[in-house]
Antibody
Framework: EVQLLESGGGLVQPGGSLRLSCAASGFTFSRYAMSWVRQAPGEGLEWVSTITDSGGTTYNADSVKGRFTISRDNSKNALYLQMNSLRAEDTAVYYC??????????????WGRGTLVTVSS | QSALTQPASVSGSPGQSITISCTGTSSDVGGYNYVSWFQQHPGKAPQLMVYEVSNRPSGVSNRFSGSKSDNTASLTISGLQAEDEADYYCSSFTSSTTLVFGTGTKVSVL
């Protein structure tokens, strides 16, 4: 059974940093590109970042470019999101998502339960 | 990259069919067959209902179907049921090598 389990969320002050993790199991993690998608309270879904299966290439939304870094460790079946220079507008539930196939096609067939990041003083 | 445009709400009676639209541009929806649709119940993670415009993942009811014409994709739910009441989002690959989601549609079953 495919499982994605996010962790690392919490309360952080504006300008602070946080590192999210996503533990994957039930599938061959190293064969899939992986993504982070977020959802602000009461708002819609927003794509954040995607990383290729090997980790060699990353893609980021303009809203997080230069502040967030996606990475992965295929030996640990783990996906990460390093978030720096956090702003109030980064407050959201952050989901880890696996695609059916390919990259940036948006065909996410498995999602984690999400981890809440709150940026506030 | 602006969000794809969806109607804020759509409603229907049990057994009826409804259609949710997702309008973009030739740089996203119109340019690629990489449109997906997600269903999200309150407090839950999104669930993939349709991908690559019209493909259904295994386990998803055939009451859900997708299509596309020019810059607008559509999700049709036939035989509407109470359990279909949820928020629905579309997404599309873009020419900027990014992914964009729609604004979301709240489906109500009257």
């Amino acid at each position: 059974e495919v499982q994605l389990l996010e962790s690392g969320g919490g309360l952080v002050q504006p300008g602070g940093s946080l590192r999210l993790s996503c533990a994957a199991s039930g599938f061959t993690f190293s064969r899939y590109a992986m993504s982070w998608v977020r959802q602000a309270p009461g708002e819609g879904l927003e794509w954040v970042s995607t990383i290729t299966d090997s980790g060699g290439t990353t893609y980021n939304a303009d809203s997080v470019k230069g502040r967030f870094t996606i990475s992965r460790d295929n030996s640990k079946n783990a996906l990460y999101l390093q978030m720096n220079s956090l702003r109030a507008e980064d407050t959201a539930v952050y989901y880890c998502a696996k695609p059916v196939v390919g990259i940036l096609r948006g065909n996410f067939d498995y999602w984690g339960r999400g981890t809440l990041v709150t940026v506030s003083s | 990259q602006s969000a794809l445009t969806q109607p804020a709400s759509v409603s229907g009676s049990p057994g009826q069919s409804i259609t949710i639209s997702c309008t973009g541009t030739s740089s996203d929806v119109g340019g690629y067959n990489y449109v997906s649709w997600f269903q999200q119940h309150p407090g839950k993670a999104p669930q993939l209902m349709v991908y690559e415009v019209s493909n259904r993942p295994s386990g998803v009811s055939n009451r859900f179907s997708g299509s596309k014409s020019d810059n607008t994709a559509s999700l049709t739910i036939s035989g509407l049921q109470a359990e279909d009441e949820a928020d629905y989002y579309c997404s599309s690959f873009t020419s900027s090598t990014t992914l964009v989601f729609g604004t979301g549609t709240k489906v109500s079953v009257l």
